[in-house]
């Protein structure tokens, strides 16, 4: 069968690529003891032990506030291992797919960031994963960056299980309702890129004349957008019709609460281009959280 290389296979989107992917190709999700971005030199070898015909990687250092904190491990991880796996795609002469962020804007656009438009990160996450957008583009052949917004979903660490826990448990939660963007559900963010990896790894000749003129990155994100305050209330609105209780919910301001790591206000990212190359989009987010929620 054909082998799928998925980096951070135990990770929110990681898990969700192994399974879309599953019913493509033979999936490995190597742990850190063979595939350690944090040590990209031992990459080379790793891959070509496990020739793959495809390399998907959503592993990133996603710690924004203690990446401030640990800027050369972040780096690593995010900036100098996706040119190495770009290294060893080109020498296999196959695809990758890498994910980057909205934190690549300084999010001071009055509009949704188009793909053209020029990064200006306002953090050490969202500098090194610039980074890593660029060492991939250097290297060149064939590869997709598909920024999304925040992700979230039913495993791991993130802002849905956050908010499902202290809507349990608080009597109030004050959220921020000044930053914008589109809150991405991962299973859709993989099954999206199954559809697009489907195109090369099945032989699909329409589907791969697409992909041979279209390499380079796109904004993968839900539809519509909303603030950390509004998808929090949705999903209050959640624990309400189903448990019967909810914590009540203030809106603040970003300066009412400080981090380490900037955040952008405008977090907005337009994904016509994704549409028009490859027709695809995804669900607003609103109905991707309802189908999560529902999972």
């Excluded at 710690?63 to 991880?77: G, I, Q």
């Excluded at 960056?145 to 939660?173: A, H, P």
């Excluded at 914590?247 to 337009?270: E, G, V, W």
Aim: include cysteine; charge should be neutral.
């Amino acid at each position: 069968m054909r082998r799928i290389l998925v980096t951070g296979g135990n990770g929110q989107v990681g898990w969700e690529l192994r399974r879309a992917l599953a019913p493509l190709g033979e999936v490995v999700a190597p742990g850190r003891e063979l595939l350690d971005l944090a040590r990209p030199q031992t990459l080379h070898s790793a891959i070509a032990q496990l020739r793959p015909a495809l390399i998907v990687n959503p592993a990133a250092y996603t710690a924004v506030d203690k990446a401030e904190a640990e800027p050369e491990l972040a780096r690593l991880v995010n900036g100098e291992a996706p040119g190495v796996l770009a290294e060893a795609a080109a020498r296999l002469k196959i695809p990758l797919i890498h994910y980057s962020t909205d934190y690549v804007f300084d999010g001071r656009l009055g509009r949704a960031y188009r793909e053209t438009d020029a990064p200006n990160p306002q953090s050490v996450y969202g500098a090194t994963k610039q980074a890593g957008e660029e060492a991939i583009a250097a290297v060149g052949g064939r590869f997709l960056i598909l920024r999304t917004s925040w992700v979230y979903g039913l495993r791991g660490k993130n802002f849905l299980l956050t908010m499902l826990r202290l809507g349990r448990e608080r009597e109030e939660v004050g959220v921020v309702s000044d930053q914008f963007g589109a809150p991405t559900w991962s299973r859709l963010i993989a099954e999206a890129s199954a559809h697009l990896a489907g195109s090369w790894l099945r032989g699909d000749e329409a589907g791969r004349a697409k992909l041979e003129s279209g390499w380079g990155t796109y904004h993968l994100c839900a539809g519509g957008h909303t603030s950390w305050h509004g998808f929090t209330a949705a999903i209050f609105a959640h624990l309400q019709s189903t448990e019967g209780r909810a914590a009540r919910l203030k809106a603040i301001a970003t300066s009412d609460y400080p981090t380490p790591a900037q955040r952008p206000a405008n977090s907005r990212l337009d994904c016509a281009k994704l549409r028009s190359a490859f027709e695809l989009e995804l669900p607003d987010w609103q109905a991707g959280l309802d189908l999560c929620l529902e999972a």
